[in-house]
C-alpha cells in the first residue's frame, strides 16, 4: 500500500480533491454540507454516511500522501 502511495502523482491526488472531493461546486461543496450534517448530528442515513465517506476519500489520500512525503524525506 504504501509503495501505491509512493508512486501516485502528487497532481492526480490534489486533482482529485479539487473534483470529487468538492462535488457538487454549487450551492456548496457536497463534502462541507456532510461535515455540517456531522457536526449537528442528522447525518443518519446510510446514504449521508456513504456520501460523506466517498466525497472525503481523496482528501484523506491526500493527507496520507502528504504524511508520506514529510516522513520518507
Known amino acids: 500500500m504504501l509503495v501505491f ?3 501516485l502523482p502528487l497532481m492526480l491526488v490534489i486533482f482529485g480533491c479539487l473534483t470529487l472531493g468538492l462535488a457538487p461546486f454549487f450551492p456548496e461543496p457536497h463534502i462541507w454540507e456532510k461535515i455540517k450534517m456531522l457536526a449537528n448530528g442528522t447525518l443518519q442515513k446510510p446514504v449521508d454516511i456513504f456520501d460523506l465517506c466517498f466525497h472525503a ?6 493527507l496520507a500522501k502528504l504524511a508520506r ?4 524525506k
Open 5 to 7: 502511495l509512493d508512486k
Open 57 to 62: 476519500l481523496p482528501w484523506a489520500v491526500l
Open 69 to 72: 512525503m514529510t516522513l520518507v
